[in-house]
């Protein structure tokens, strides 16, 4: 029994121990190479960030807008798009 115990003990990670896991994985690339530093996978991630909260915005205001009166044509030149392009890019957000 108190080899049991004495197992299950040692297998306890440690905060320093699991952060440290993680960091591995996170500047580690698909291919199995780790990113020295990590300052560029970091930036990587905080512009995907970014980028995902820019597009919620986006959808946010085009759907206001559509509901507003704003045609489709408007929309996408706005966004640099053609009607088309932000019909299918947004309708589905404003009939849902």
């Known amino acids: 029994m108190a080899h049991n115990e004495d197992n299950q003990a040692s297998q306890i990670l440690t905060d320093?121990?699991?952060e440290a896991i993680v960091g591995s994985f996170d500047n580690?690339?698909?291919?199995g190479y780790v990113v020295g530093g990590g300052?560029?996978?970091a930036e990587l991630r905080a512009a995907a960030a970014a980028r995902r909260d820019a597009d919620s915005r986006i959808e946010a205001a085009a759907i206001r807008a559509h509901?507003?009166?704003?045609s489709w044509g408007v929309i996408g030149a706005q966004l640099g798009m053609t009607r088309q392009g932000a019909?299918?890019?947004f309708e589905r957000l404003v009939t849902a």
């Open 16 to 18: 320093e121990d699991a």
């Open 28 to 31: 580690a690339t698909d291919d």
């Open 39 to 41: 300052d560029t996978l």
């Open 67 to 70: 509901r507003e009166g704003a």
């Open 87 to 89: 019909r299918q890019r």
